[in-house]
């Protein structure tokens, strides 16, 4: 790279236009971005979208579906399967057996109309498991971010929550995030940026809220079970793009 003021001949002509005056209008655009998402976020969170017609998302039926019937996954074995509540929401809560000591615990809440939106659903979670697991408690919170090859070869992120689950008997390691067909994050700001960024093509980002708890030694280390759960990241997520979120949009 030269450096910004290098060492050359003066001359008496005007000085060469550079990037520097470039700079303000770059602050004013991200400026105007700042206020657009401050003007737009409210309303998402408040139930109600600013654009009056936002396209249809077309992968609801295959997103019922995974609901009614859980999620097949390569090399692993669905042993139970059913529909239950949380905080007045329907989830699929599945037992599955793979390459693991024990089964694991996924739940998956899809999205159910065009409208519907990811809020903060881990709280529902955490207290369905309260009520499962007796004296549960929750630490070693981390934020975790995992590559995942899409079905043509490309490579999106998922980040997710990572943090140990306990009581005086079990522990688990938790995953949670929001999927979508280009990446995913425990965050619903992060889906409605992608979702609106969708719809500038006539599209839009179908949803799914992911949480796994898959069983480790009691109050062991949380290093201990990255493997296999950057393995069931990366298997969840491509299923997902392979299967459910592969609907184009109408025309």
Same mark, same amino acid.
């Not at 005007?14 to 206020?35: A, D, E, Q, Y």
């Not at 995974?66 to 059913?82: A, P």
């Not at 739940?107 to 979670?125: F, G």
């Given at each position: 790279?030269? =450096?910004? /003021? =290098?060492?050359? #001949?003066m /001359?008496?002509?005007?000085?060469?236009?550079?990037?520097?005056?470039?700079?303000?209008?770059?602050?004013?655009?991200?400026?105007?971005?700042?206020?657009?998402?401050?003007?737009?976020?409210?309303?998402?969170?408040? @139930?109600s979208?600013?654009?009056?017609?936002?396209? !249809?998302?077309?992968?609801?039926? %295959?997103?019922?579906?995974?609901?009614?019937n859980?999620?097949?996954?390569? @090399? $692993?074995?669905?042993?139970?399967?059913m529909?239950?509540?949380?905080?007045?929401?329907r989830?699929?809560?599945?037992?599955?057996?793979?390459?693991?000591? !024990?089964?694991?615990?996924?739940?998956?809440?899809?999205?159910?109309?065009?409208?519907?939106? #990811?809020?903060?659903e $881990?709280?529902?979670?955490?207290?369905?498991?309260?009520?499962?697991?007796?004296?549960?408690?929750?630490?070693?919170?981390?934020?975790?971010?995992?590559?995942?090859?899409?079905?043509?070869?490309?490579?999106?992120?998922?980040?997710?929550?990572?943090?140990?689950?306990?009581? #005086?008997?079990?522990?688990? +390691?938790?995953?949670?995030?929001?999927?979508?067909?280009?990446?995913? /994050?425990? +965050? #619903?700001? /992060? $889906?409605?940026?992608?979702?609106?960024?969708?719809?500038?093509?006539?599209?839009?980002?179908? $949803?799914?809220?992911?949480?796994?708890?898959?069983?480790?030694?009691?109050?062991?280390?949380?290093?201990?079970? %990255?493997?296999?759960?950057?393995?069931?990241?990366?298997?969840?997520?491509?299923?997902?793009?392979?299967?459910?979120?592969?609907?184009?949009?109408?025309?």
């Amino acid at each position: 790279m030269k =450096p910004l /003021n =290098p060492s050359t #001949p003066m /001359n008496d002509g005007p000085p060469p236009k550079t990037g520097k005056r470039s700079w303000p209008l770059w602050v004013l655009l991200g400026f105007m971005v700042v206020i657009l998402a401050i003007g737009a976020i409210p309303g998402y969170f408040n @139930g109600s979208w600013q654009w009056q017609s936002p396209p !249809k998302v077309v992968a609801l039926k %295959e997103l019922r579906q995974v609901r009614n019937n859980g999620l097949t996954l390569s @090399g $692993w074995e669905t042993i139970e399967q059913m529909e239950i509540r949380l905080g007045g929401h329907r989830w699929s809560y599945q037992q599955l057996e793979g390459n693991w000591e !024990k089964p694991v615990l996924l739940l998956l809440l899809i999205q159910n109309s065009d409208l519907d939106q #990811p809020r903060v659903e $881990w709280v529902d979670v955490n207290g369905f498991v309260q009520q499962i697991f007796r004296d549960w408690q929750t630490d070693s919170y981390q934020m975790k971010t995992w590559e995942v090859k899409t079905p043509s070869g490309e490579e999106v992120r998922v980040r997710s929550r990572f943090f140990r689950g306990w009581n #005086p008997v079990q522990t688990f +390691a938790v995953v949670q995030w929001y999927a979508w067909p280009t990446g995913g /994050n425990p +965050a #619903p700001v /992060n $889906w409605f940026m992608a979702d609106r960024l969708a719809q500038t093509r006539g599209d839009r980002a179908p $949803w799914m809220a992911v949480s796994m708890m898959i069983p480790m030694e009691h109050l062991g280390d949380l290093e201990d079970v %990255e493997d296999i759960s950057q393995s069931l990241v990366q298997t969840i997520q491509t299923t997902l793009m392979e299967t459910v979120f592969t609907q184009s949009p109408v025309q």
